[in-house]
């Protein structure tokens, strides 16, 4: 099965700390995502990468940003956390789009609760 | 920007009821996957559909992929306790997408005893 491993399920920071959100795969995919889940509005992209050291901005990118020095970490960086990060952060990855294989299914963390005070 | 709207937002219904969720757009997808996710964990894959008009049945639910490939839907037939949960649609753009996905809003799913 394939496992994708969040650091931490709940954190609690403060206004204008650097905050490090860590995701391990062990399924030696090439894409790995972020998200943030908010209710009433799904899973929004923030960033993804589909090899290491490439990254590219998803949907909702501003006041993130992201690293990915191997192939099976990824990392979401807060640089300067803000009350309107508190959010549910999940990490997935998948397989990297092959020919005829562009429906490859994301196998998400558990997610980690950040609250912002 | 390609969207997907889901509906309902919220469905609370009794054991033993059928449901459906919509999940539709203005623009193509190559593929339309479900998830549903419960309390404290991450979305899971129930099922993936890539051709205009496919139907999927998974035990009690079914899943059908519109001709146009810009909507579908999933049936609940009998519905029970262990159905409930958040229910997400999400969409492949295909081409250099990088198997990036767009989510519906997600649809949470009460069935009560």
């Known amino acids: 099965d394939v496992k994708v491993t969040q650091s931490s399920r709940y954190l609690v920071k403060r206004t204008g700390e650097k905050v490090f959100l860590e995701c391990v795969q062990d399924?030696?995919?090439?894409?790995m995502f972020w998200y943030r889940q908010d209710p009433g509005l799904g899973l929004r992209l923030i960033y993804f990468?589909?090899?290491?050291?490439?990254?590219e901005k998803g949907d909702i990118p501003e006041g993130y940003s992201v690293s990915r020095e191997k192939k099976e970490r990824f990392s979401l960086i807060l640089e300067s956390a803000s009350t309107n990060q508190t959010s549910m952060y999940l990490c997935?990855?998948?397989?990297?789009?092959?020919?005829?294989?562009?429906?490859?299914?994301?196998?998400f963390g558990d997610g980690t609760r950040l609250s912002i005070l | 920007t390609q969207l997907l709207e889901q509906s309902p937002q919220f469905l609370s219904i009794q054991e033993g009821e059928n449901l459906t969720v919509y999940c539709n757009s203005s623009?193509?997808?190559?593929?339309l996957q479900w998830y549903r996710q419960e309390p404290g964990e991450g979305p899971v894959l129930l099922v993936t559909?890539?051709?205009?008009?496919e139907v999927k049945k998974l035990k009690r639910l079914t899943f059908q992929f519109g001709d146009a490939r810009k909507d579908s839907s999933l049936h609940i037939t009998a519905a029970q306790p262990g159905d409930t949960g958040l229910y997400l649609c999400?969409?492949?753009?295909?081409?250099?997408?990088?198997?990036?996905?767009?989510f519906g809003q997600g649809t949470i799913l009460t069935v009560h005893p």
């Open positions: 990468s589909y090899d290491v050291k490439m990254k």
């Open positions: 559909v890539v051709t205009g008009g």
């Open positions: 997935a990855s998948s397989l990297l789009r092959r020919a005829n294989i562009w429906n490859q299914p994301q196998h």
């Open positions: 623009s193509v997808f190559s593929s």
């Open positions: 999400a969409g492949t753009a295909g081409g250099t997408s990088y198997g990036k996905l767009t």
């Open positions: 399924m030696d995919h090439e894409n």
